[in-house]
């Protein structure tokens, strides 16, 4: 394992959900943290980290800002779409491809010695089923994985990538968790699709942990790794044990929605890989990590 006592990880994305996990976690460890998004500031990246406002798709600005900072490694989350998947193609493309490039470019100029592509559950179930991509994040996220793949392969750069499956957990803004939890809470309706879907939650301190992990790990150049539980999820069994755990009077309607066009209905992660080459492993389980998440939000809006 390579340490990182004397490393300077610059993580884009800083400001989202993961970012802001992770980038404690980096403070924690002791790391030099640089937290790069177009909102960083002091108010918006955790206490200890270095904000460097900046945008992914302004391909001059991302070079000033390794040249400045000089990382010796770099983690990058920066995408557009997560929630809202069905974003405007034009800004999938100039976040999650040109974003991705000019970052991975500048990485290398610069001579990082650890790059980690963070990428999404999505991509690769779409690809070998071999039909239409679902979305413009969907397809904008193979397209950057193809472009880091191709990248590494012609570059001397030590680069490896990650799929991220369905993160939960404390501070989610967006999501299926934090949504249903919010309806719960004011026992509200939560009308909801049919929720046969299965999808592999996967709790955000083991993510960070994976990530951590995955900027020392060594003899992993040019790999891909699942980082999820290996176990999958109905949506509407998730959706019944949050109105469950929180007693709440409201209730959830299955089959009120429709499901997205295209919708991919079984993505679980094949954590093997990552196990054995990384070390790593998901530890919380879904029923803990639910129990961790709701008792964070309750906190956070002042209830019981």
């Known amino acids: 394992m390579r340490a990182l006592e004397q490393a300077r990880v610059l993580v884009t994305g800083a400001t989202g959900f993961i970012g802001q996990h992770l980038c404690r976690k980096l403070v924690e460890l002791g790391v030099a943290t640089y937290g790069l998004s177009r909102s960083a500031a002091e108010a918006t990246v955790p206490k200890g980290v270095t904000p460097i406002a900046a945008d992914v798709t302004q391909r001059e600005v991302v070079v000033a800002a390794l040249e400045r900072v000089r990382p ?36 290398y100029d610069v001579g990082v010695q650890r790059f980690v592509h ?51 957990g404390p501070q989610q803004l967006r999501g299926l968790v934090p949504a249903t939890m919010q309806a719960a809470q004011h026992h509200e309706v939560f009308n909801m ?38 176990c999958g999820w109905h949506i509407k069994t998730v959706v019944q044990r949050i109105f469950q ?9 299955i089959g009120a929605l429709a499901y997205r066009p295209h919708e991919e209905m079984d993505l679980v992660a094949v954590p093997a890989a990552a196990q054995i080459d990384l070390q790593w492993q998901a530890r919380i389980q879904l029923e803990e990590g639910l129990m961790k998440t709701i008792a964070a939000y309750r906190h956070q809006i002042g209830t019981s």
């Open 72 to 107: 010796s490694h770099v983690l990058h989350l920066a995408a557009a779409g997560v929630t809202e998947p069905f974003l405007p193609i034009e800004q999938a493309v100039d976040v999650n491809v040109s974003g991705t490039v000019h970052v991975l470019e500048a990485s």
């Open 118 to 168: 963070v990428g999404t559950a999505y991509e690769h179930r779409t690809a070998e089923m071999g039909r239409g991509l679902n979305n413009p994040y969907v397809a904008s996220k193979i397209s950057a994985w193809l472009f880091w793949r191709t990248f590494v392969e012609k570059q001397a750069i030590d680069s490896v990538a990650v799929r991220l499956y369905h993160v939960y």
């Open 193 to 230: 699709t049919p929720g046969e879907q299965r999808r592999d939650f996967v709790y955000i301190d083991d993510v960070v942990q994976a990530l951590v992990v995955t900027l020392k790990a060594a003899n992993v150049s040019g790999k891909t790794y699942d980082i999820g539980t290996g």
């Open 245 to 253: 755990l929180m007693n709440s009077r409201g209730r959830y309607i």
